[in-house]
């Protein structure tokens, strides 16, 4: 079946305007998860959605990063008046049912670059 | 908090050597640990997992083995080929759902 979509591949934006970024996870799971990427570095999470439970924003690094999830499909994650330090991969994973044992399958990321 | 340290890359290798890379972590409660694989052009795909202690996973001739006494999975195979070159991330999941992961190492294979 369909794995894990994100929209757009690659986002090129001036420092200062709003960008938004799309997720479609696996039909049926439940959990959807953001995490960013920074050239040369591991992932860092940003934030979690598991069903209609309120999400944890914990790993969100500025107020300027906001997301949402429609039900148990799309999310966006927005980040407004972007920066040069925002600029990395955006990598959005979903699972069943966010258990600690689960896998979590990830998109193909969102290649963003702020000037 | 948890985190995760491995080995730093990059490695280079010939076909048929062997390969380790290893992972240690500091996690609270008993972790499931994982291996991430990113492929040139691709995204990040599970490569194996354990989530217990002396559990072992495979997948592709890769295993890594959960080791509590010394918070570590350590992830081997015997005989690499080009196809394997990738960066590979160690990363855990602990009292919680957010996988906590590690700086990836970049390995490539030569013919």
């Known amino acids: 079946g369909a794995g894990v979509s994100q929209s757009p591949s690659n986002k090129v934006t001036e420092k200062g305007k709003d960008v938004e970024l799309r997720c479609d996870p696996i039909?049926?799971?439940?959990?959807l998860y953001w995490y960013r990427q920074r050239l040369g570095q591991g992932l860092e999470f940003l934030i979690y959605?598991?069903?209609?439970?309120?999400?944890?924003k914990s790993g969100l690094p500025s107020d300027r990063f906001s997301a949402e999830r429609t039900g148990e499909s799309v999310s966006t994650l927005t980040i407004q008046r972007t920066q040069q330090e925002d600029s990395a991969v955006y990598l959005c994973?979903?699972?069943?049912?966010?258990?600690?044992?689960?896998?979590?399958?990830f998109g193909p990321g969102t290649r963003l670059l702020v000037l | 908090g948890d985190s995760v340290t491995q080995m730093e890359g990059p490695v280079t290798l010939s076909e048929e050597a062997f390969l380790t890379i290893n992972c240690t972590y500091t996690?609270?409660?008993?972790?499931?640990l994982f291996w991430y694989v990113q492929y040139p052009g691709e995204g990040l795909q599970l490569l194996l997992k354990a989530t217990k202690a002396d559990d072992k996973g495979s997948n592709k001739g890769f295993e890594a083995t959960y080791r509590k006494e010394t918070t570590s999975f350590h992830l081997e195979k015997g005989s690499v080929q080009v196809s394997d070159s990738a960066v590979y991330f160690c990363a855990l999941s602990s009292n919680d759902y957010k996988l906590s992961f590690g700086a990836g190492t970049t390995v490539t294979v030569r013919a």
């Open positions: 996690a609270t409660g008993y972790p499931s």
């Open positions: 959605f598991q069903g209609n439970s309120a999400p944890d």
């Open positions: 039909s049926g799971h439940t959990a």
């Open positions: 994973a979903s699972s069943l049912w966010g258990t600690t044992q689960e896998t979590q399958y």
